[in-house]
């Protein structure tokens, strides 16, 4: 059997062994009342993890699904797509792809979306789509949700469309509160549950956009998600075990607390950014705008993090980062999302301290 290798990269992250238990329950029919129940069971807690009343709904796909789904669903005139790193600048690829007019917010990556930006592209009017990443997981920058709802609040013409894979469960994201139109994520980051399932949930104003598309297709047609979900159903056949592991992870999330499941994330997040200045090394994104989730810390150190790597798992049987797409080498991103507490993370930076060097 091939050795465990425990995962400190943002996504997929460790998967706890009662999640993966649960992953491995039997079957039963996806449109019984076994797996109706088991929906209506979860759906409570997910809309308190969303901050909204309105439905949750559950996709067989990664979150990628979803963000081409709400593409062809609501942009009729043009898309803005708030672009500060790797995933955010995939948004524009995805509209364009989608076969739909887009224009990209484009930061320089390491720097957050600013108000400023995002109102002086849609007082143009030419915009009934924006699109934010709330975590961008490259670069490790935590967009300013709140001050960005509040300039799309006075554009009520606009749909918004907000990622939340890599903080969703980890810090409070309100949906209702802040007026989001689409709340999307994934499974496998803040979660920690195995990768291939997505979460979302709309808001009327989202709704009633879709249903003027006339090319929304299927597997992603958000009015065939709700119309399922009234009934306790997915429109398409579901990964029923990513449901079990969820219904788990559910459990675990409100038996530990919502608040203080925050916290955690915290509490670890500040442990590496200690270890951070202790090492004399940098943090790519600025003060203010960092994630809570996971570090990406800039290799001013001009360490060969490809073989620190190496050392790393070879000696401690761990992995974390060395930097994603054209930041390879030039950062390494430490993730303390989902299951990791205070033990784990100071595990993890002791064995990457003693293979530094």
Not at 99 to 124: F, M, N, R, S
Not at 218 to 236: A, I
Not at 279 to 303: D, H, K, M, W
Not at 309 to 330: M, N
């Amino acid at each position: 059997m091939t050795p465990h290798t425990k995962l400190f990269t943002p996504g997929p992250v460790e998967v706890s062994p009662k999640t993966l238990a649960a992953f491995s329950r039997p079957m039963i029919g996806h449109r019984g009342g076994e797996f109706k129940s088991l929906y209506a069971g979860i759906l409570p807690r997910l809309q308190t993890l969303f901050g909204t009343r309105q439905p949750v709904f559950l996709s067989t796909s990664s979150a990628w699904g979803v963000m081409e789904g709400a593409i062809r669903n609501l942009v009729q005139k043009r898309a803005l797509n708030c672009m500060c790193g790797a995933f955010s600048d995939k948004w524009l690829d995805v509209s364009q792809r989608c076969g739909k007019p887009a224009d990209g917010l484009q930061v320089e990556w390491g720097t957050p979306i600013t108000p400023e930006g995002l109102d002086e592209k849609l007082a143009t009017g030419l915009y009934d789509v924006v699109t934010i990443i709330h975590n961008e997981t490259s670069t490790g920058v935590l967009n300013p949700l709140a001050d960005l709802a509040a300039v799309l609040r006075r554009y009520p013409e606009v749909v918004s469309v907000v990622d939340t894979v890599s903080s969703f469960s980890a810090v409070p994201i309100p949906m209702d509160e802040l007026g989001i139109d689409v709340l999307l994520t994934g499974s496998q980051k803040a979660l920690a549950l195995p990768p291939g399932l997505a979460l979302f949930a709309c808001s009327e104003r989202a709704f009633e956009r879709a249903a003027r598309a006339t090319d929304r297709g299927y597997y992603f047609d958000f009015l065939e998600f709700k119309k399922n979900q009234e009934g306790d159903m997915t429109p398409s056949t579901p990964s029923v075990s990513h449901i079990y592991a969820l219904q788990s992870k559910l459990d675990d999330i409100f038996e530990e607390g919502v608040e203080n499941r925050h916290a955690r994330h915290a509490r670890t997040n500040a442990l590496v950014h200690d270890w951070v200045r202790q090492q004399g090394f940098e943090f790519f994104a600025p003060e203010g705008y960092r994630s809570v989730t996971l570090t990406c810390v800039a290799n001013n150190r001009n360490i060969d993090v490809a073989a620190w790597l190496g050392r790393v798992k070879k000696k401690h049987g761990l992995v974390f980062d060395g930097g994603y797409g054209k930041l390879k080498g030039k950062t390494f991103r430490l993730s303390n999302m989902g299951d990791e507490t205070e033990e784990t993370i100071g595990a993890m930076l002791a064995a990457i301290t003693e293979c530094l060097e």
